[in-house]
């Protein structure tokens, strides 16, 4: 025992969660009451736990190591013990925690309140009748704090240690670990506490849920969740529970929460919105769809991982396999809202109302989604010029999408759409060129001849574009290479004062949406701070496009006449980047082979042949990988002992190589 009580002490964290673990298993092994009187009797000497009587001394603090270690100890204790534990102890216990929730140290506090909920789940709502006076007269205190907190910090600044400073603006006093104590304690006493729920309660909660502190309002939606969760014994009696008679007000809350800027906010939001909605029977539910609908089904293609799977299975637990319908009897309420966060600052925000966008194209029925088409268009034709380029392939993708479906609706917009499509088409970045290229197949499908021969001599035209590219290929060739200016930022600066906050890493603030933002920039691939397509990038996403209408049958007889060209910009080999232009063309080649037929390709077949010697040894491996692949669909379509032939007639170095490290192409 004595070894468990030294792990519990200890200044190192994996310690005492060992010691946590060993007394769990010690408890379970030898209960006996003497042993158990034993512990408590150490852990009151050696660990210093205070009972009923005693109070802690400012004069001899105790570390918090030892404290923490405590009520560790106490909360296992008393879930493996709970039936033998006197009312004197459990006083005492109560006691310890109520006093420990005003520790300066957040994870004293933190083991306090799990404590407390620990001793809600034997006891029941007593604890919280008997820690409510203090608990959420302190939590209110907190609240109220946050409106002189500004003026407080300043004057904190001048002179004060940064300690002081941190404590005050990391969890705005102990507002925060008073909250998820009062989520344990909500949690552990389960539908017994909806006796407890009055509105001083839920006015608090709710005024907690618009605080400035993110990780406050995160804890808030916490506590939400387990107020939701809370559902009466009897389901049978007419009391149906706070869930129903406050809904409007649950909705209203949790509504906003699931577009909060902070992923780690949108996610209590999220758990909260799923307790909230699964605590309703199925008949009950329509009422609050308008308002939750929407912000669940954006979230569910959110850039954070957590949130954008949580609400996928939400979803599928909802619905099950009637989303589709339960999309369309509510689009009303859906489209705008995803119009308006189209228009989100947080450019992440915006990517994922394009895809939900796309996903009413493709996904939904055309009937109900074709009166909202030209609304829909507006908001992508917006988000197409956006700095940020995972929206700008979003949108892209998104009306490419429309076009397919709604062509009719959509050709009114085409000569706004094809200028956008071809700029894709010379983006920057490799994604967004295939995306345009997809987008601009479909126009091809959709509206047939007169776009087509547009659009092939547009094609015509970027294939040739390589023979324009310099020596000098760098990516980056048009930023500044002298030292950035780096300063630590005034705390009455007011670039940094009253603005929008965002979750951590976020190019939010930076990426201006429609491309019309003042000073955007911060990406190299925004349109504030975006260079100038480079030739060899122009013919990567021209090749990219000739791989996809190689499967429209209207343009195979002008891509045929074209197929020179592609080969001849794999003997442009004298800039810097010629190896990420051959790893696309011998990507796509494979797959046009295959759609022009072998008989139209075959004249053509052994121009490409050098380029594809020369990738096959690359110290590239993307571009090495690539020429394999195309190796063995050339050995697939011809056959190997023709490929073999072709090989050593026109290069027998080649084929010696081939023969010996790809010995089944060529049927050696």
Request: include cysteine.
């Given at each position: ?144 704090r946050h409106e002189e907190a500004d003026n407080k910090i300043k004057e904190k600044l001048n002179g004060h240690s940064p300690e002081s400073v941190f404590h005050d603006t990391a969890g705005w006093g102990n507002l925060e670990t008073n909250m998820k104590a009062l989520e ?485």
């Amino acid at each position: 025992m004595e070894h468990i009580l030294q792990s519990l002490s200890s200044h190192k964290k994996l310690d005492r969660d060992r010691g946590v673990d060993a007394l769990s298993q010690y408890l379970k092994s030898d209960g006996s009451p003497e042993n158990e009187l034993l512990l408590l009797t150490l852990l009151k000497g050696k660990l210093q736990v205070i009972d009923s009587e005693s109070s802690i001394d400012p004069d001899q603090p105790i570390p918090w190591e030892q404290l923490h270690g405590a009520l560790q100890a106490l909360s296992v204790y008393i879930d493996q013990c709970n039936e033998r534990c006197s009312v004197d102890f459990y006083t005492t216990a109560t006691n310890t925690g109520q006093q420990h929730l005003i520790h300066p140290e957040t994870r004293v506090r933190t083991a306090a309140g799990k404590l407390l909920g620990t001793l809600a789940k034997y006891k029941g709502t007593p604890i919280y009748l008997a820690l409510k006076p203090d608990l959420l007269s302190g939590i209110i205190a907190s609240l109220e704090r946050h409106e002189e907190a500004d003026n407080k910090i300043k004057e904190k600044l001048n002179g004060h240690s940064p300690e002081s400073v941190f404590h005050d603006t990391a969890g705005w006093g102990n507002l925060e670990t008073n909250m998820k104590a009062l989520e344990c304690i909500i949690t552990n006493t389960g539908a017994e506490f909806d006796d407890c729920i009055d509105t001083e309660l839920l006015s608090l909660v709710f005024a907690s849920l618009g605080h400035t502190n993110r990780f406050v309002r995160e804890t808030g939606f916490m506590v939400c969740c387990a107020l939701v969760s809370i559902h009466p014994i009897n389901e049978q009696s007419e009391n149906k529970g706070h869930i129903w008679s406050e809904g409007k007000r649950f909705a209203d809350v949790l509504e906003k929460g699931l577009s909060d800027n902070w992923s780690q906010v949108r996610m209590a939001a999220c758990c909260a919105t799923r307790a909230f909605l699964l605590g309703i029977p199925e008949e009950g539910r329509d009422e609050f769809f308008p308002q939750l609908l929407p912000p669940l089904c954006l979230n569910r293609y959110y850039i954070a991982e957590g949130v954008r799977i949580h609400c996928q299975t939400t979803w599928r637990m909802l619905f099950s396999v009637s989303g589709v319908t339960a999309v369309e009897k509510h689009l009303t309420s859906i489209v705008p809202f995803y119009i308006k966060q189209s228009e989100a600052d947080n450019h992440a925000v915006r990517e994922a109302a394009c895809a939900c966008i796309a996903e009413l194209a493709t996904k939904v029925g055309s009937a109900p989604v074709r009166c909202h088409v030209s609304t829909l268009i507006e908001g992508l034709l917006v988000c197409f010029e956006d700095d940020s380029w995972p929206v700008r392939d979003a949108a892209c993708n998104a009306c490419g999408g429309f076009v397919s479906v709604f062509a009719e609706e959509c050709r009114g917009y085409i000569d706004r759409l094809m200028p956008l499509f071809y700029m894709n088409l010379e983006d920057n970045i490799p994604s967004v060129r295939q995306g345009a290229a997809v987008a601009i197949t479909s126009i091809t499908r959709a509206y047939s001849t007169p776009f087509t021969s547009d659009i092939v001599t547009k094609l015509s035209e970027l294939l040739d574009a390589v023979d324009d590219q310099k020596d000098d290929s760098s990516l980056y060739s048009d930023l500044s290479k002298k030292p950035a200016v780096f300063g630590v930022a005034m705390a009455d600066d007011p670039q940094h004062t009253n603005q929008v906050m965002y979750s951590c890493g976020s190019l939010a603030p930076k990426m201006g949406r429609g491309g019309k933002a003042p000073g955007a920039g911060g990406c190299s691939a925004s349109h504030h701070f975006k260079r100038p397509a480079q030739p060899w990038e122009r013919t990567d996403g021209a090749v990219r496009l000739f791989m996809e209408l190689s499967d429209v049958q209207e343009a195979k007889p002008e891509l045929i006449k074209m197929l020179p060209k592609i080969s001849g910009a794999t003997r442009k080999q004298n800039f810097e980047h010629h190896k990420h232009l051959l790893e696309t063309i011998y990507k796509c080649l494979p797959m046009i082979f295959r759609r022009l037929t072998k008989n139209k390709v075959k004249p053509f077949i052994n121009d490409f042949f050098d380029g594809l010697f020369y990738s096959l040894k690359s110290d590239m491996n993307l571009l090495k990988a690539a020429a394999v692949e195309c190796l063995q669909s050339l050995s697939l379509l011809l056959g190997p002992n023709i490929l073999g032939g072709r090989v050593e007639m026109t290069n027998y170095d080649m084929f010696m190589y081939i023969k010996d490290t790809y010995p089944e192409t060529v049927g050696a």
